[in-house]
T-cell receptor, first 110, second 114 residues
Framework: GESVGLHLPTLSVQEGDNSIINCAYS??????FIWYKQESGKGPQFIID?????DKRQGQRVTVLLNKTVKHLSLQIAATQPGDSAVYFC?????????FGSGTKLNVKP | DTGVSQNPRHKITKRGQNVTFRCDPI?????LYWYRQTLGQGPEFLTY????????KSRLLSDRFSAERPKGSFSTLEIQRTEQGDSAMYLC????????????FGSGTRLTVV
């Protein structure tokens, strides 16, 4: 099956700094990707998405970059805030369902 | 509350017992998905419905697991003869015609089998 993995299990950043969370995927046929944020005791929450015909998409304080050549996604969070502390997952959409990686825990230090 | 609702939020059961979870999707969503999430891992797809039809089941969904969506609205996930390995968070998500942007997760039911 598809494999979506992450380079770092835990990332600690200082409040106000930018955060970069990375993700590798294995299915070159995947054409749609989403980054989710999951806080403790809650379900995954949509952050930002990108289709395979794009290489960059920006949202409010977040940017997703897609490199199809090396099958790599990244999530950039600008001016990281304490409320950004959570586990972040990338997921690839394939035939109506999502395949998730194991997540990166983001710790924001005050 | 117009989000995806799951009940109960927590369930502790003894090994060998049967458990049933309920998911109420967003009312206009015709697709409903079940995922399982173990500690430190991302959610894993179990099954999904379009209206009342169960269209796909993962290999993870053993014979002890059954899901229904009888009227195309709420869904139930039943686990028979629970095992300790069934301990996990069971997440429900819904969407409209598979549109990913509107794909919304509930807060899950955390199952602990003792």
């Amino acid at each position: 099956g598809e494999s979506v993995g992450l380079h770092l299990p835990t990332l600690s950043v200082q409040e106000g700094d930018n955060s970069i969370i990375n993700c590798a995927y294995s299915n070159s046929a995947s054409d749609y990707f989403i980054w989710y944020k999951q806080e403790s005791g809650k379900g995954p929450q949509f952050i930002i998405d990108i289709r395979s015909n794009m290489d960059k998409r920006q949202g409010q304080r977040v940017t997703v970059l897609l490199n199809k050549t090396v099958k790599h996604l990244s999530l950039q969070i600008a001016a990281t805030q304490p409320g950004d502390s959570a586990v972040y997952f990338c997921a690839e959409n394939n035939f109506n369902k999502f395949y998730f990686g194991s997540g990166t825990k983001l710790n924001v230090k005050p | 509350d117009t989000g995806v609702s799951q009940n109960p939020r927590h369930k502790i059961t003894k090994r060998g017992q049967n458990v049933t979870f309920r998911c109420d999707p967003i009312s206009e969503h015709n697709r409903l998905y079940w995922y399982r999430q173990t500690l430190g891992q991302g959610p894993e797809f179990l099954t999904y419905f379009q209206n009342e039809a169960q269209l796909e089941k993962s290999r993870l969904l053993s014979d002890r697991f059954s899901a229904e969506r009888p009227k195309g609205s709420f869904s139930t996930l039943e686990i028979q003869r629970t095992e300790q390995g069934d301990s996990a968070m069971y997440l429900c998500a819904s969407s409209f015609r598979g549109e990913a942007l509107g794909y919304t997760f509930g807060s899950g039911t955390r199952l602990t089998v003792v």
